[in-house]
């Protein structure tokens, strides 16, 4: 019998702190090639994306570290998630103080992450499986985003629905280590961190992270 998400997720992962934010607990892969190997196995048969929820990518972890360092920008505000993979950005802005924090992923198998993840950090982390690059309305007061410039079509169809977010009055941080697709125009910088990652993943031991507010 294929094992649930959950089991899948517990039989591959270890209870770790990404190096950042030793604040935060997430179920995570320590090597990267054999749950890609386990994963892709198990995963293609269902047409299911490759494991980005298993890692804490240098984007999210800088963004998780800027909101934990810098409270006020979501304490007391509704906060949004977007792509959230393993969570580690949601269960910042939770542990910062937001009033209230969703998580939005398009993989069935991150939402199931991000529940056993906000769990074990003992957050509330509201999860959403929805792709919400087509909704026009904005119920957040602060967007979050780490990590999504990895993909042109992706890139370009994420900057465009956040600036729009941003035009209607919400606050968006975007965290980058400088990806190809990551635009040129439309940011303001507001912090730099400089980010321990795994050869395997970044093909570097540390990467350069910015944290970028998105101008309307
Ligand atoms: C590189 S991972 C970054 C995850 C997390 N933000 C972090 O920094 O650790 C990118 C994530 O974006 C998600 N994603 C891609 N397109 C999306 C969309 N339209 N809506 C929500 N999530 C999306 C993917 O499933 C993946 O988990």
Redesign the pocket.
């Known amino acids: 019998m294929r094992p649930s998400t959950e089991q899948f997720i517990l039989a591959n992962t270890l209870l770790s702190e990404p190096p950042s934010c030793p604040e935060i607990r997430l179920f995570l892969a320590t090597e990267v090639t054999p749950l890609w190997l386990a994963t892709e196995t198990q995963l293609q048969e269902q047409g299911l994306?490759p494991p980005?929820?298993a890692?804490?990518?240098v984007?999210?972890q800088a963004?998780a570290r800027h909101i934990l360092d810098h409270p006020h920008r979501v304490k007391g505000k509704r906060v949004l998630d977007?792509?959230?993979?393993?969570g580690?950005?949601a269960i910042a802005a939770s542990l910062a103080g937001a009033a209230s924090v969703e998580a939005?992923?398009?993989?069935a198998m991150?939402i199931s992450a991000i529940k056993l993840n906000a769990a074990a950090n003992n957050v509330a982390v509201t999860i959403a499986l929805e792709?919400?690059?087509d909704r026009t309305d904005c119920r957040w007061d602060v967007i979050l985003?780490?990590?999504?410039c990895?993909e042109r079509p992706?890139a370009e169809k994420?900057f465009g629905w956040l600036r729009s977010c941003a035009a209607l009055g919400a606050t968006v941080l975007l965290a980058d280590p400088g990806r190809a697709y990551l635009p040129t125009n439309g940011l303001m910088r507001l912090a730099d961190y400089s980010i321990a990652c795994s050869l395997d993943l970044e093909d570097r031991l540390s990467r350069e992270v910015t944290v970028y507010q998105i101008v309307g």
């Open positions: 994306p980005y929820w890692f804490a990518w984007g999210g963004l977007f792509a959230a993979g393993s580690i950005v939005a992923e398009i993989d991150a792709d919400l690059l985003a780490g990590d999504v990895y992706m994420v």
